[in-house]
């Protein structure tokens, strides 16, 4: 048994929390989430994520339902890996929270198929999955775990970014095994004895339970450190005992009168936390209170039912209750729980469910002060990659071999903590060369970067950041990479490009880039617009590449121009020189006239500006024809004027004159 300790913070900060955790922030929940009504958080959650269900169907590889689900959820915590906690907003009792196909990897692998989890399951954020796995694997103890196979769009109640540590009260108390031999079957070892008297508003645990307490000395300590946003679990004989003294009164203004009618339950408010379960809760847990009402007076500090009697009459007696009393972020949340017999085991369902509801409330965010070194906080970085033609040589509205693209890179942070040393790398894709220079732009709170003059697109310069860039929480970082398609490349063919970040606190996670499409909206609730032009993107259920298709350059189409030279009479003249100049390449052709006037011009390149002139000894014409050439010219006619001058198609005076011509 573990001995007590008295939680003065320099102490247990010296000697205990530094093997729990390393730095501290408040949590990414709001405070709005944690009592009904909530907002739904509609998240896209990708094919490969990890999900460790919470229903008695997909976790029951232990049967009925194996608590040591919980024991995985904060073993991943533990190890830097936060988890959504999915949880349907207003949802009714057992109602699903999500449906997606989806196969078992632990602890024996089930093929894919359509699944639906419900009771609060937890998920793995896809950029952390290859660090998840190997804890995963090694976690064992038959907890099921399932892969996705598909993308789905769940309701994300919190993101949970703290690593629990929790305290348990023993003054007065000869209980607090039941709450320490509860932790120990569920695999979380993570929690100390706390000394009642030291107990305040700068305590470093996030959650201190009760299991049992008689003594009202210390209400006002335990009532200091829930106004700072830690949490309370009240249990059995701790109810009455806290609610009744006029220190406490955390749910009612005049308290609770004991009652123990022990009738069936109903689950009011099922969507909340601490009602994450499936199934009934025993109504006769046994233990000094199981039931109560109130004496008199109201509720309190928003106060909602979770466990409520039945019956006739009997509707204004509970079994569980929840309130909050701290307004500045998440946690401060007090639970009341009755009934005694939540200790560890248990083979049956109704008391199973008993201690869900208290590790239910292990998993409450709260908010606790940044001096505690408790690491509440966690990166949520996500990258997203689009990209657009920049310069199109060939004027066709193409992307072809030699034209320029520019792919625009944008990695967010909507995590609590930001990212240090914070790098993103990519390396080009066969088939383009590095245009330069980098553009990088930032925002959000004190986000810094620069670009790297050294990079080239080609190992070992493939880092577009200098060094010692920072990805603030709600900051974003753009880098602009402008590139020529090679002339020599083969098309048609695609290109794909992928970015991957990392940075300190990302604890050697890697965040891939995913494309992005002119009407997308990046998950997490992050809206990412592409730059107007942006190629459209296929978006798949995982993070993809961002493709551009190459387009073969259009071959030069040839067309013709035909026509006959005339006299002034209308008859055909022989042998006139008749000259045709390409505006755009300032080439020319020449031919002569056969016996009856005609001439032609075969091959000529199409879209290009042409002028016509004819020259003959004897007659003069007029000084030129200019024509757009987009088709075979047929017809053509040119009449001489009586000669007056005469003047050679070889003067270049005269040929800059018809070159400047409009």
């Given at each position: ?48 994520s990890y999900v460790i269900p919470m229903d008695n169907t997909n976790q029951a590889v232990v049967s009925p339902f194996n608590l040591k689900a919980y024991g995985l959820a904060n073993r991943l915590l533990q190890n830097g890996i936060p988890l959504l906690w999915a949880i349907k907003s207003g949802k009714s009792k057992d109602a699903t929270d999500f449906t997606v196909a989806a196969k078992r990897i632990q602890p024996s692998a089930v093929a894919s198929a359509s ?162 379960f499936i199934g009934a809760v025993d109504p006769a847990p046994s233990g000094y209170m199981e039931d109560w009402q109130l004496s008199s007076g109201a509720l309190q500090n928003g106060t909602f039912i979770s466990l409520q009697n039945s019956g006739g009459g009997n509707t204004g007696h509970y079994a569980a209750t929840v309130s909050k009393l701290y307004n500045g972020g998440a946690g401060g949340m007090v639970f009341e729980l009755g009934g005694h017999n939540y ?320």
């Amino acid at each position: 048994m573990k001995s007590p300790l008295s939680i003065n913070f320099p102490r247990f900060f010296g000697k205990l929390l530094l093997a729990f955790c390393t730095t501290a922030i408040l949590a990414t929940v709001t405070f709005a989430q944690d009592l009904p009504p909530t907002v739904a958080n509609l998240q896209s959650i990708p094919a490969g994520s990890y999900v460790i269900p919470m229903d008695n169907t997909n976790q029951a590889v232990v049967s009925p339902f194996n608590l040591k689900a919980y024991g995985l959820a904060n073993r991943l915590l533990q190890n830097g890996i936060p988890l959504l906690w999915a949880i349907k907003s207003g949802k009714s009792k057992d109602a699903t929270d999500f449906t997606v196909a989806a196969k078992r990897i632990q602890p024996s692998a089930v093929a894919s198929a359509s699944k639906t989890f419900s009771a609060g399951p937890f998920i793995v954020p896809i950029a952390y999955s290859a660090q998840a796995l190997p804890i995963i694997n090694a976690f064992g103890n038959n907890v099921a775990v399932f892969e996705t196979t598909a993308a789905a769009t769940v309701d994300i109640r919190y993101t949970l970014t703290h690593k629990p540590l929790i305290a348990v009260g023993i003054a007065n108390s000869g209980n607090a095994t039941i709450h320490k031999n509860l932790y120990d079957f569920a695999m979380i070892p993570n929690y100390v004895d706390v000394d009642d008297s030291t107990v305040n508003a700068n305590t470093c645990v996030t959650v201190v339970t009760q299991p049992h307490v008689e003594a009202t000395n210390f209400i006002n300590n335990y009532k200091t450190f829930v106004q700072s946003g830690g949490n309370l679990l009240l249990q059995c004989h701790a109810v009455e005992t806290y609610e009744n003294a006029s220190a406490g009164r955390f749910q009612t203004t005049l308290g609770w009168d004991r009652d123990d009618i022990n009738t069936t339950f109903t689950y009011p408010n099922a969507d909340m936390p601490f009602s994450q379960f499936i199934g009934a809760v025993d109504p006769a847990p046994s233990g000094y209170m199981e039931d109560w009402q109130l004496s008199s007076g109201a509720l309190q500090n928003g106060t909602f039912i979770s466990l409520q009697n039945s019956g006739g009459g009997n509707t204004g007696h509970y079994a569980a209750t929840v309130s909050k009393l701290y307004n500045g972020g998440a946690g401060g949340m007090v639970f009341e729980l009755g009934g005694h017999n939540y200790g560890a085991g248990g083979s049956t369902l109704a008391s199973i469910n008993g201690q869900r509801m208290i590790l239910n409330a292990v998993f409450q965010p709260p908010t606790r002060p940044q001096a505690c070194g408790i690491q509440l906080g966690f990166p949520l970085v996500y990258g997203y990659k689009s990209v657009r033609m920049t310069n199109d040589v060939n004027g066709n509205n193409q992307i072809n071999p030699g034209d320029q693209i520019t792919w625009t890179v944008n990695y967010v942070n909507i995590g609590s903590v930001g990212v240090s040393n914070f790098q993103i790398a990519d390396v080009l894709p066969a088939g383009v060369t590095f245009a330069g220079p980098l553009s990088v732009s930032f925002a959000g709170g004190v986000t810094s970067a620069t670009a790297n003059g050294s990079y080239n697109g080609v190992a070992p310069n493939q880092n577009l950041l200098g060094a010692g860039a920072y990805l603030a929480p709600n900051g974003r970082i753009t880098v602009q990479i402008p590139v020529t398609i090679n002339p020599n490349l083969v098309a048609p063919a695609t290109l794909s490009n992928q970015t991957n970040a990392s940075g300190t606190e990302l604890n050697a996670a890697i965040i891939n880039s995913d494309n992005i499409d002119s009407t997308t909206i990046g998950t997490q609730g992050t809206i990412i617009p592409p730059p107007a032009g942006s190629v459209s993107q296929t978006q798949g259920a995982g993070i993809d590449p961002t493709t551009v298709p190459i387009i073969a350059a259009p071959t030069a189409a040839n067309a013709s121009v035909t026509g006959s030279v005339l006299s002034p009479g209308g008859n055909g003249i022989s042998r006139a020189t008749v000259t045709i100049y390409n505006a755009n390449t300032l080439e020319s052709r020449s031919t002569m006239t056969n016996q009856f006037g005609y001439f032609t011009f075969p091959d000529l390149e199409v879209g290009n500006f042409y002028y016509l002139s004819v020259w003959h000894k004897r007659y003069q014409f007029p000084s030129g024809i200019g024509f757009s050439l987009d088709e075979d010219v047929t017809g053509l006619q040119i009449v001489a004027e009586p000669a007056q001058s005469i003047w050679s198609p070889r003067s270049s005076s005269k040929i800059d004159e018809l070159l400047i011509k409009p």
